[in-house]
C-alpha cells in the first residue's frame, strides 16, 4: 500500500484565492511527522510546514496552514491568498517513527500547483 | 538558517567517467545526510541515507558500489557516480537534518543535474 497519496496530480486556482492540496497517509506507527515541501522548476525544494503526531493543533506558517485529521489520516495543505510565485511541485512527506531517529522520508508523487492571474 | 549548499549544479560527463557531488550544510550541523534521486515529474526516490563517520545505508536495489557516500564531517557528505553511463543521468538532491532539532526537518540543497553523454 502507499504510504503517501497524493491523489491530484495538478490543481488551478485563481490568484488572491485558497487552494487545498490533499495528502493522505498510511502508517501503523503512533508517533510520526508530516512535512510539505515546494519544489519550484528551479528544482530546489522547500520545507514549507510540519505537523507531529502527537500535535494538538494544526500547524501553521504564514499563508500555509496544514489540515491535520489525525483519525481519517489526512495532512492537507492549505494556501490562503495563493500568488503566482506559489506556481510549483508540491510534495506531502511522512516520516515514520519518533524524531531524533534516523527515520527517513517517504514522499508522495506530487501535486503540481498552477496559480493564474 | 538552515541552508543546504550542493555543487556542482549541474554537470555533463562522458561515459565511463566519474563524477562528484559535494553536499554541505553552512549554517548547522547534520549528523544525517540524505541522497535522493528525481526523474522528469517524478517524485524524489531515496538513494541512501548517510551518517557522519559511518557507512552509508544504501536503500534497495541502489548498487553501493556505483554510487559511493562518504560522510565525512558534520557539514559535507560526498556522492560519487562511478563509471557514469547516459542511464545515470538524472537530478540528484541531498538534503540535511538538523542534529537536535525536534522536528527531524530535512533541508534541501538546490541539486545537481547530471548529464552523462
Known amino acids: 500500500a502507499q504510504k503517501i497519496t497524493q491523489t491530484q496530480p495538478g490543481m488551478f486556482v485563481q490568484e488572491k484565492e485558497a487552494v487545498t492540496l490533499d495528502c493522505t497517509y498510511d502508517?501503523?506507527?503512533?508517533?510520526?511527522?508530516l512535512f510539505w515541501y515546494k519544489q519550484p522548476s528551479s528544482g530546489e525544494m522547500i520545507f514549507l510546514i510540519y505537523q507531529g503526531s502527537y500535535d494538538q493543533q494544526n500547524a501553521t506558517e504564514g499563508r500555509y496552514s496544514l489540515n491535520f485529521q489525525k483519525a481519517r489520516k489526512s495532512a492537507n495543505l492549505v494556501i490562503s491568498a495563493s500568488q503566482l510565485g506559489d506556481s510549483a511541485m508540491y510534495f506531502c512527506?511522512?516520516?515514520?517513527?519518533?524524531?531524533?531517529?534516523?527515520?527517513?522520508?517517504?514522499f508522495g508523487a506530487g501535486t503540481r500547483l498552477a496559480v493564474h492571474p | 538558517g538552515a541552508v543546504v549548499s550542493q555543487h556542482p549544479s549541474w554537470v555533463i560527463c562522458k561515459s565511463g567517467t566519474s563524477v562528484k557531488i559535494e553536499c554541505r550544510s553552512l549554517?548547522?550541523?547534520?549528523?544525517?545526510m540524505f541522497w535522493y534521486r528525481q526523474f522528469p515529474k517524478q517524485s524524489l526516490m531515496l538513494m541512501a541515507t548517510s551518517n557522519e563517520g559511518s557507512k552509508a545505508t544504501y536503500e534497495q536495489g541502489v548498487e553501493k558500489d556505483k554510487f559511493l557516500i562518504n560522510h565525512a564531517s558534520l557539514t559535507l557528505s560526498t556522492l560519487t557516480v562511478t563509471s557514469a553511463h547516459p542511464e545515470d543521468s538524472s537530478f540528484y538532491i541531498c538534503s540535511a537534518r538538523e542534529s537536535g532539532r525536534g522536528t527531524d526537518t530535512q533541508y534541501f540543497g538546490p541539486g545537481t543535474r547530471l548529464t552523462v553523454l
Open positions: 549554517d548547522f550541523q547534520a549528523t544525517t
Open positions: 502508517t501503523s506507527d503512533p508517533s510520526y511527522g
Open positions: 512527506a511522512m516520516r515514520e517513527g519518533p524524531s531524533g531517529g534516523y527515520n527517513k522520508l517517504i
